[in-house]
């Protein structure tokens, strides 16, 4: 589906709105929900590792925390916009997306509401056990946390945790300043054009799909028909010659055996 001809969906498919909101809401990790106790559980670890130089690598966990941290809101960012962009504003195609969405089954509708509601309620719950209430670590980080016990006090992790939350509610607010306060898109088309190169970078991925065309598959291509070549040219052609040979030399043995 192109998403540039979506839009406004929210009225017109509120059966797959709900659900998706939820999903959104799992994969951006909007406290307290599992998913922010685990992300929030491993950025305090590394972190910690930092502070007591694990290693002898503390400068490499503090960078792994900041990319980290920094992941945090680009993943709200970006999932806060697609619900942004597909579900509010105007319907911006044809009405075809719209009519499929409508027309969607009982059994494709009912499934991803029951789990999206599960993992909205059990992830609270057991977020909250696990994580604060029941005092213990996530088995995840067990391994990374054993060492670095007592590098940080409780009261820097709970900061680690609200540094981490701002950060998710910071990227959940501007992709609504520019994607739904702005419905017109006023602001993000400014910035378009603002930074052209950095446009064309993203919207080309950092050119990943070329450079895995030309190196993985292009290459994988080519080594596959070099082996084949070698196989063809030099391995069969060895064993076909010790065969010819074989052969030639039997039957030289043969006339030796009868006529000499």
Do not use: Q
Request: aromatic residues 12%; charged residues 20%.
């Amino acid at each position: 589906r192109d998403l540039h001809r979506m839009g406004g969906l929210r009225k017109i498919a509120p059966r797959v709105f709900w659900p998706f909101v939820a999903a959104a809401l799992v994969i951006t990790a909007v406290p307290p929900l599992a998913t922010f106790v685990s992300r929030e559980s491993l950025l305090s670890r590394v972190f910690e590792a930092g502070m007591v130089d694990l290693n002898a690598s503390g400068g490499l966990y503090f960078l792994l925390w900041g990319l980290g941290l920094s992941s945090s809101g680009l993943v709200a960012l970006s999932v806060s916009r697609l619900v942004c962009y597909v579900f509010f504003g105007e319907v911006r195609g044809d009405g075809e997306t719209a009519r499929d969405s409508v027309e969607l089954p009982p059994s494709l509708v009912v499934p991803p509401a029951i789990l999206a509601a599960a993992a909205i309620v059990l992830g609270v719950a057991i977020g909250f056990s696990d994580r604060w209430f029941g005092g213990g670590r996530l088995l995840v980080v067990d391994e990374l946390s054993r060492p670095a016990v007592g590098g940080i006090s409780s009261g820097v992790e709970w900061g680690l945790a609200a540094l981490t939350a701002m950060m998710v509610l910071a990227g959940i607010g501007v992709a609504a300043r520019f994607y739904y306060f702005d419905r017109s898109f006023i602001r993000a088309e400014g910035l378009t054009r603002r930074f052209p190169f950095t446009r064309s970078v993203l919207l080309r991925e950092f050119w990943l799909d070329p450079v895995y065309e030309v190196a993985v598959n292009r290459g994988i291509s080519w080594l596959a028909k070099g082996l084949r070549r070698m196989d063809r040219r030099w391995l069969d052609g060895a064993v076909n010659g010790v065969r010819h040979a074989t052969i030639g030399l039997s039957w030289l043995s043969g006339i030796f055996d009868h006529r000499i």
